[in-house]
């Protein structure tokens, strides 16, 4: 300690630093952005061009390159304007540049953005106290992305597992539905049913296991298998293309699981906050999962910020260094969550989703030419549509949605899925449902 201190103070006599003097600037701080560091594309068609040379090819993006967005609306860097229905996959329920959500995170950027977990902060418990009270649990781990929302759920149930249930070391088994989409990672992937998401991935995590969507007899047969620790899924399908299940469903899996002790996680990332026209999807039957996973719109759609919930008997399993993230809970996550829940809870996003929704299914369903599109379904915003593949190539679909000045993204050769913001007006509604009814209604197939 005596050689650091000596060391110090040459450096300090070095410097040339005495009583209260600052320390200098030894590097700027400050950039100049008068010119930019890559120089602009001034066309889509170079945009396009330029990113498929320097990025990964993991993505078929819609040809459409965003340079604004403002609320419902967005501009391409040529100038045309766009209603957004995609919402980047449903995290902008604020839609683009909220002012409120804007002036939130400027305000807190500049006073304290990061410190990590291992210190305390003065934001973390006001976040973890506002968000706990409001959903009706004990305690909350904050995380970043959805997916690392479901990675820790499912930690957190195999914990649980070993240390309450008492299963066996390493037979925990989790259960999901056919269908679920909660990321890309190598656990998210090993639940899934998509094999261009799975193949060649491998090995996978063991004991994740599937069973059809919406099939009760199935969970319950599962169930039953004392090595079960928990079953993980969508309340509403939102990858799958919209897919409800039937009423009842959510309240026949919160008996089950209590029936056979086994933990119930909730992925809500997509359909929680209001995005169904309830604030959580599982509302729609009151029933309550044992563990809440939350993200997408948690930040006002800024910046990724994910939540998962769980009452004391569940979420005490974790102890110091079992769980963690460097960014997770940060000052300025924790600022946004309380900022977002409070703007959806006083503008009513709930309701008008419900509205709005409502609106968008009936006038799809009594306009779209149903021989085109036989199906029609969602729950307040989070909606989808089925076509006939030999009709309508929904790739293509998209297009003429976009020359028409509407953005959404086809989910496959059958399923296009629409997600707008939740501040939408009636009028922004009727005028994107127009510009639907119209690309797919007056839709021909390309030449092969």
Same mark, same amino acid.
């Given at each position: ?5 000596? @060391? ?41 061009? +330029? ?42 329920? *604020? ?62 149930? +195999? ?20 269908? @679920? ?27 994740? *296991? ?16 004392? *090595? ?32 056979? @002790? ?17 604030? #959580? ?85 009594? +306009? ?12 307040? #915003? ?27 993204? *086809? ?38």
């Amino acid at each position: 300690m005596a050689m650091l201190q000596k @060391n110090s103070a040459e450096v300090v006599r070095h410097l040339g630093l005495v009583g209260n003097a600052s320390l200098p600037r030894l590097i700027s701080t400050t950039v100049s952005l008068s010119e930019p560091a890559v120089p602009k594309a001034a066309t889509s068609k170079e945009v396009f061009e +330029r990113e498929y040379k320097s990025t990964a090819h993991n993505y078929d993006p819609l040809p459409v390159a965003i340079s604004k967005g403002e609320g419902v609306y967005m501009w391409d860097v040529d100038g045309k304007k766009y209603l957004d229905f995609f919402a980047g996959y449903a995290t902008l329920s *604020h839609g683009h540049c909220h002012p409120t959500i804007v002036e939130a995170m400027r305000k807190q950027v500049g006073i304290l953005h990061h410190t990590s977990r291992a210190i305390y902060h003065d934001k973390m418990y006001e976040f973890a106290e506002y968000i706990t009270k409001k959903f009706n649990f004990d305690k909350v781990l904050t995380m970043n992305t959805g997916a690392e929302g479901g990675e820790t759920a499912v930690k957190l149930a +195999r914990k649980w597992g070993y240390r309450v249930k008492k299963i066996p070391e390493n037979k925990a088994k989790t259960i999901f539905a056919h269908g @679920n989409f909660w990321g890309r990672t190598i656990a998210a992937i090993s639940s899934s049913s998509s094999p261009t998401s799975k193949d060649e991935f491998g090995p996978h995590v063991p004991e994740f *296991h599937n069973i059809p969507y919406n099939d009760i007899p199935a969970l319950e047969e599962k169930l039953k298998d004392p *090595h079960v620790c928990a079953f993980m899924v969508e309340p509403i399908q939102g990858e799958a293309g919209a897919v409800v299940p039937d009423e009842g469903y959510l309240k026949k899996v919160r008996e089950l699981c209590t029936k056979y @002790n086994v933990l119930w996680i909730a992925d809500e990332v997509q359909t929680g906050l209001c995005r169904t026209g309830k604030f #959580l999807a599982v509302h729609h039957e009151n029933v309550k999962p044992d563990i809440l996973i939350l993200g997408k719109a948690l930040s006002g759609g800024v910046m990724p910020v994910s939540a998962v919930l769980a009452d004391d008997p569940v979420m005490e399993v974790f102890t110091p260094g079992t769980h963690g993230s460097t960014y997770g809970g940060n000052p300025l996550a924790c600022h946004l969550g309380i900022v977002s829940l409070e703007s959806m809870t006083e503008g009513k996003f709930d309701e008008n989703a419900k509205k709005m929704g409502d609106l968008f299914m009936s006038e799809l369903s009594s +306009r779209l030419d149903r021989k085109k599109v036989p199906i029609v379904r969602g729950r307040g #915003l989070l909606n989808a549509i089925v076509v006939d593949p030999e009709q309508i190539d929904t790739k293509y679909a998209t297009i003429a949605m976009r020359d028409r000045g509407l953005i959404t993204k *086809h989910i496959n050769e059958k399923v296009i899925r629409f997600s707008p913001a939740l501040i939408i007006t009636e009028e922004q509604m009727r005028a994107g449902i127009d510009i639907i009814v119209d690309a797919l209604n007056n839709f021909k197939m390309p030449a092969k």
